[in-house]
Protein backbone atom coordinates (compact mmCIF):
# COMPACT_ATOMS: atom_id res chain seq x y z
CA UNK A 1 0.00 0.00 0.00
CA UNK A 2 1.16 3.49 -0.88
CA UNK A 3 1.53 6.08 1.82
CA UNK A 4 0.46 9.84 1.30
CA UNK A 5 3.67 10.83 1.38
CA UNK A 6 4.95 8.17 -1.54
CA UNK A 7 2.13 8.93 -3.40
CA UNK A 8 2.53 12.62 -3.50
CA UNK A 9 6.60 12.15 -4.24
CA UNK A 10 4.72 10.25 -7.51
CA UNK A 11 2.55 12.86 -8.49
CA UNK A 12 4.95 15.57 -8.24
CA UNK A 13 7.57 13.03 -10.33
CA UNK A 14 4.80 12.71 -12.99
CA UNK A 15 3.99 16.28 -13.16
CA UNK A 16 7.45 17.23 -13.78
CA UNK A 17 7.96 14.57 -16.55
CA UNK A 18 4.70 16.11 -17.84
CA UNK A 19 5.98 19.21 -18.07
CA UNK A 20 9.26 18.55 -19.60
CA UNK A 21 8.13 18.64 -23.23
CA UNK A 22 5.72 21.65 -23.03
CA UNK A 23 8.76 23.74 -21.42
CA UNK A 24 11.07 22.07 -24.71
CA UNK A 25 8.59 23.61 -27.01
CA UNK A 26 8.06 26.89 -25.65
CA UNK A 27 11.87 27.02 -25.28
CA UNK A 28 12.28 26.30 -28.85
CA UNK A 29 9.34 28.72 -30.19
CA UNK A 30 11.19 31.65 -27.89
CA UNK A 31 14.56 30.73 -29.57
CA UNK A 32 12.73 30.53 -33.05
CA UNK A 33 11.25 34.07 -32.17
CA UNK A 34 14.80 35.90 -30.99
CA UNK A 35 16.49 34.42 -34.16
CA UNK A 36 13.86 35.92 -36.77
CA UNK A 37 13.19 39.28 -34.64
CA UNK A 38 17.60 38.94 -35.24
CA UNK A 39 17.59 38.50 -38.89
CA UNK A 40 14.86 41.50 -38.85
CA UNK A 41 17.21 43.89 -36.56
CA UNK A 42 14.87 43.93 -34.46
CA UNK A 43 16.92 42.35 -31.35
CA UNK A 44 19.32 43.90 -29.14
CA UNK A 45 21.65 40.56 -28.21
CA UNK A 46 22.66 42.84 -25.01
CA UNK A 47 19.55 42.19 -23.72
CA UNK A 48 20.48 38.33 -23.88
CA UNK A 49 22.52 36.68 -21.27
CA UNK A 50 25.40 34.39 -22.22
CA UNK A 51 22.92 31.16 -21.73
CA UNK A 52 20.49 32.79 -23.80
CA UNK A 53 23.10 33.82 -26.64
CA UNK A 54 24.70 30.19 -26.56
CA UNK A 55 21.30 28.58 -27.02
CA UNK A 56 20.50 30.68 -30.29
CA UNK A 57 24.10 30.35 -31.46
CA UNK A 58 23.21 26.73 -31.40
CA UNK A 59 19.59 26.91 -32.40
CA UNK A 60 20.65 28.66 -35.59
CA UNK A 61 23.28 26.17 -36.49
CA UNK A 62 21.30 23.11 -36.07
CA UNK A 63 18.91 25.22 -38.36
CA UNK A 64 21.65 25.81 -41.34
CA UNK A 65 22.40 22.36 -40.58
CA UNK A 66 18.65 21.36 -41.31
CA UNK A 67 18.33 24.04 -44.21
CA UNK A 68 21.86 22.48 -46.04
CA UNK A 69 20.74 18.79 -45.76
CA UNK A 70 17.21 19.69 -47.06
CA UNK A 71 19.27 21.37 -49.99
CA UNK A 72 21.26 18.17 -50.13
CA UNK A 73 18.06 15.92 -50.42
CA UNK A 74 16.70 17.95 -53.04
CA UNK A 75 19.94 18.65 -55.14
CA UNK A 76 20.36 14.66 -55.07
CA UNK A 77 16.78 14.18 -56.02
CA UNK A 78 16.09 16.67 -59.12
CA UNK A 79 19.50 14.79 -60.52
CA UNK A 80 18.01 11.61 -60.77
Known amino acids: M ?6 LEQSIAKAT ?3 RKPRKVNRQTEL ?8 SG ?3 FQSLNAMD ?3 VGLF ?5 KDINDRVRALTKA ?3
Do not use: D, G, H, P
Not at 32 to 39: A, G, H, N
Not at 60 to 64: I, R
Open 2 to 7: VNQERF
Open 32 to 39: KKVMFQSL
Open 60 to 64: VKQNL
Open 17 to 19: QQL
Open 53 to 55: LNE
Open 42 to 44: KVI
Open 78 to 80: SRF
